[in-house]
């Protein structure tokens, strides 16, 4: 299935939908480190993204028209930057706003379902009108603003004509939701907003997959069964105590097991315990982008996370990469910051995807990617409902006297 993707990045949602089944005709990124760290894979022979074609320019530039026969999926995550809670809050008013970029991309391409991911900014109370404005223009991609009209006054008439019944001649059935990665087996308690769109004549009925992970389940394999302590051999004097607010969390669970019908969420141990300790430079220098980097301290809003939960948020940062939310709190109290490895194993990149850039540049391109592991749940199951339609008629075939339009 043939796919085109937007603000790549340096390939996360690339490669969770090519682990999907789908086949980039095209990944367009304008940052150039993060074109490097894509063609570095490609010359490393990463298999993955060996034929990915790679356009190292702004998507504004971008000739849609270049690209030949019908589109399965366009996917991207437009800058976060104007609503993200550590940005300056612009929207539509920040200049690095793409998603009316990305309405002419879904106008040109016409592709049979797209996906978008974004912050959980974009839900809060002073954009939601933005976001409804955003879904109901992907919804109705060819009724665009007038010349001098607002995005308010084009969200009225969008409304009205949602409304109204109309069928259009290109339509999408929209639906989103804010989606912890945690809870679909990424050790990392990252909460993003995915919108996704199948065009309305497909008749494609989707939802999102319920969570496979929960933190019930975690719990319970901590405290009641003593499981995931046995599984790391953490021994009985050096498990910590059960944390009080968790005590009536287990009285609630009883001794009916609910919490075994889903597994336990993934934590920091599961994903990095096979890694030496970066310290030990003459083990650690062996795997790639597993670097010790000096320098970490713990205060206030700055601690780390634990090791026996899910990471917290990696973040790009606006202003720099953000410490505390790529550092690690150890056990012993001691603090130090994440490997490139360690985080990139966080974001479920695979191991033989390397970043080649120094640690800040690498700790940005992987804040700011999508989850690997995710990004093919999500587009796994695109796929499975664009399988499973029947086979279309070319456009301009009759069926019963009546010619069929694209």
């Known amino acids: 299935m043939k796919s085109v993707e937007l603000f790549t990045g340096a390939g996360g949602l690339a490669l969770g939908t090519a682990k999907a089944g789908f086949h980039h005709l095209a990944l367009v990124e304008r940052d150039k480190h993060s074109c490097h760290t894509i063609r570095e894979n490609q010359q490393r022979g990463v298999s993955v993204v060996r034929d990915w074609r790679v356009h190292q320019m702004d998507v504004l530039d971008f000739d849609f028209s270049s690209l030949g026969g019908e589109i399965d999926l366009l996917a991207g995550g437009p800058p976060c930057q104007p609503f993200s809670i550590g940005g300056r809050h612009g929207a539509h008013l920040d200049k690095r706003d793409m998603f009316p970029r990305f309405f002419q991309a879904v106008r040109e391409l016409r592709p049979k379902a797209f996906l978008i991911e974004n912050v959980r900014g974009l839900l809060r109370q002073n954009f939601i009108n933005y976001f409804k404005y955003i879904n109901l223009q992907l919804a109705h991609p060819e009724m665009q603003p007038k010349q001098d009209e607002s995005w308010v006054d084009h969200l009225a008439r969008l409304q009205g004509h949602h409304n109204s019944g109309v069928r259009d001649d290109l339509g999408y059935r929209v639906t989103f939701r804010l989606l912890n990665a945690a809870d679909y087996g990424v050790a990392q308690k990252r909460e993003r907003v995915f919108i996704v769109g199948f065009r309305d ?4 009925n989707w ?3 319920e969570p496979t992970h929960t933190e019930e389940a975690l719990i319970w394999h901590k405290w009641v069964t003593g499981e995931y302590w ?4 953490v021994s009985s ?17 009883g001794t009916n097991l609910l919490s075994t019908m889903t597994a336990p969420w993934c934590t920091v141990r599961d994903t990095i315990s096979d890694l030496p300790p970066p310290e030990n430079v003459d083990i650690a220098a062996s795997i790639p982008n597993h670097v010790y980097i000096p320098g970490a301290k713990s205060y206030p809003g ?16 606006v202003h720099g ?13 001691e603090v130090r910051y994440f490997t490139v490895r360690e985080a990139a194993r966080l974001q479920t990149f695979p191991d033989d995807y390397c970043f080649p850039c120094t640690w800040g540049e690498s700790m940005r391109q992987i804040g700011n990617a999508v989850p690997v592991t995710l990004a093919y749940i999500i587009a796994a199951s695109i796929r499975q409902h664009l399988e499973e339609l029947p086979p279309q008629l070319p456009s301009g075939s ?8 694209r």
């Open 201 to 204: 004549d497909l008749n494609v």
């Open 207 to 209: 939802s999102f997959r």
């Open 230 to 233: 046995e599984k790391h051999g």
């Open 237 to 253: 004097n050096d498990r910590p105590e059960i944390p009080a607010k968790l005590k009536s969390r287990l009285q609630r669970f």
């Open 302 to 317: 700055h601690t780390g996370s634990n090791l026996d939960e899910p990471a917290k948020t990696l973040k790009a940062g």
């Open 321 to 333: 990469v953000p410490g505390g939310e790529n550092m690690l709190a150890l056990p012993s109290r």
């Open 398 to 405: 009759s069926v019963g006297g009546k010619v069929l339009s």
